[in-house]
């Protein structure tokens, strides 16, 4: 596979404490990938080493073909990885059409033009207001952040790291803290991802991975026990015993 992320025998040393075992994956362009397991599994330090925030001790990360494995984590990001809630902090007193112009600009080396007009270049307005639209965030556009509901800051915090034009996007726990009557907008707002992004999602709501996930790899010590679509995973007895007969994870 040339095509998207390809992670072969990946791991992570701590002195004498192996995080990561030898790990080999593919997430092709337009995957949609859940990443379960029990806490302690590995999954924050797997995300981790592929965003470049660890290095690994041994193993490859190529990305469309290319080697990516000592690239740091600016570097990553400029080469199209991007994991929400790693990048940018929402700024609260500012509104939402604001924070979203925010990364475009400083992507395009022009934060200062923040103090211009805001109208000032037709060309990133036009993107701002394709990601207000894309994010069903149209409405809120005028409002200030900390005046929104948790789903929906979640939602602006999506739409700023699609900013970023990513190739490659993780989900760490996109719904965690939203309230079950909320989450069915993260649902909506990863199902309508573009095609072309492949997505990892890092998620405990097993009813959100379900849903939106077409492959499931799950992690235990730090090394994958299994990997298969919804259907094969909720039948793997080693799972059921392991995480979802546990309820958390």
Do not use: C, W
């Amino acid at each position: 596979m040339t095509s998207g992320l390809r992670i072969r025998n990946l791991s992570k040393n701590f002195g004498g404490l192996q995080v990561a075992r030898n790990i080999t994956l593919d997430i092709p362009t337009g995957a949609r990938a859940a990443l379960i397991g029990p806490n302690g599994a590995g999954k924050t330090t797997f995300a981790n080493l592929i965003i470049g925030a660890l290095q690994p001790s041994s193993g490859s990360i190529h990305l469309d073909g290319k080697d990516i494995s000592q690239l740091g984590e600016a570097a990553r990001v400029r080469a199209g990885i991007a994991k929400t809630f790693q990048i940018t902090n929402l700024f609260k007193d500012l509104s939402v059409r604001d924070n979203i112009r925010l990364p475009i600009l400083e992507r395009e080396h022009r934060t200062f033009r923040f103090l211009e007009r805001h109208d000032g270049d037709a060309a990133i307005e036009a993107e701002v207001e394709e990601l207000l639209a894309d994010f069903r965030l149209l409405p809120l556009a005028n409002r200030l952040v900390r005046s929104l509901a948790y789903g929906q800051q979640r939602l602006v915090e999506l739409a700023l790291t699609l900013s970023l034009k990513p190739r490659i996007l993780i989900l760490d726990e996109p719904a965690a803290g939203v309230p079950s009557s909320d989450s069915h907008l993260i649902v909506d707002a990863i199902k309508r991802l573009p095609t072309y992004l492949s997505v990892l999602i890092i998620e405990h709501d097993m009813k959100l991975v379900f849903e939106v996930a077409s492959r499931i790899i799950v992690l235990v010590n730090g090394a994958v026990l299994v990997e298969g679509t919804p259907e094969e995973i909720s039948r793997d007895l080693r799972v059921r015993e392991l995480y979802l007969g546990a309820g958390h994870g």
